[in-house]
């Protein structure tokens, strides 16, 4: 089984520019979440997909981040513009259900610098 | 605020030796979920335990949950160089993981 794929892997950019990250989930998991993970802390949860529709981005900052999932299968990742403090690991996680009953399995991430 | 505390911060042993680490939370949950990070395996989830249940194992992984003191403990026994790494715990309701406990194990 193909686990969660995520692109880039690195991405260096200048503070104020634009950067989008790109999640494909294992085959048939509904529930998809995005989750920054700075050095030196544990993951925080940025938002939650079922299917296609938002169920929780409570701490995604949404005068610069957004999120969307088409059709219910990959999502995207945007930060406009950045900042320095999002330096960081951006991991991509899904799971068949709802985080309440199923295990998550996560991707690789995104190793995001901003000079 | 931090749902999911690990303690202690870092822990090192000898390698067949047990490994320890507690997690407290804050409010209440429908189960707690403890995961493991290195740098060969990214993030990998280790074991569910719902709150009706006292106790669970997975091969040399046991984990304990009190929810009347708000708290849950990993066991690792006989430790291995390779279960060196990040442990993390987080609860369903928020999924908020605290900064993790970094366990070495010395061959």
């Known amino acids: 089984e193909a686990g969660v794929a995520q692109s880039p892997r690195y991405k260096i950019i200048e503070k104020r520019q634009s950067v989008a990250f790109w999640c494909n989930p294992i085959?048939?998991?509904?529930?998809l979440y995005w989750y920054q993970q700075i050095l030196g802390q544990g993951p925080k949860l940025l938002i939650q997909f079922q299917n296609n529709g938002v169920v929780d981005d409570s701490q995604l900052p949404k005068d610069r981040f957004s999120a969307e999932r088409l059709k219910g299968v990959d999502s995207t990742l945007k930060i406009q513009p950045a900042k320095l403090e999002d330096s960081a690991v951006y991991l991509c996680?899904?799971?068949?259900?709802?985080?309440?009953?199923?295990?998550?399995?996560f991707g690789p991430g995104t190793r995001l610098t901003v000079t | 605020s931090q749902q999911g505390e690990e303690d202690p911060q870092a822990l090192s042993i000898q390698e067949g030796e047990n490994a320890t680490m507690n997690c407290s939370y804050k409010?209440?949950?429908?189960?707690l979920q403890w995961y493991r990070q290195n740098s060969g395996r990214g993030l990998v989830h280790l074991i569910l335990?719902?709150?009706?249940?006292r106790e669970k194992h997975s091969g040399r992984l046991r984990v304990t949950l009190d929810t009347s003191k708000k708290s849950s403990s990993l066991l690792i026994t006989a430790s291995r160089a390779a279960d060196t790494a990040s442990y993390f715990c987080a609860t369903s309701l928020e999924m908020r993981f605290g900064a993790g406990t970094r366990l070495t194990v010395k061959p």
């Open positions: 335990i719902r709150s009706n249940e």
């Open positions: 409010t209440s949950i429908n189960n």
């Open positions: 085959s048939g998991h509904a529930t």
């Open positions: 996680a899904s799971s068949l259900g709802d985080r309440s009953s199923y295990e998550q399995y």
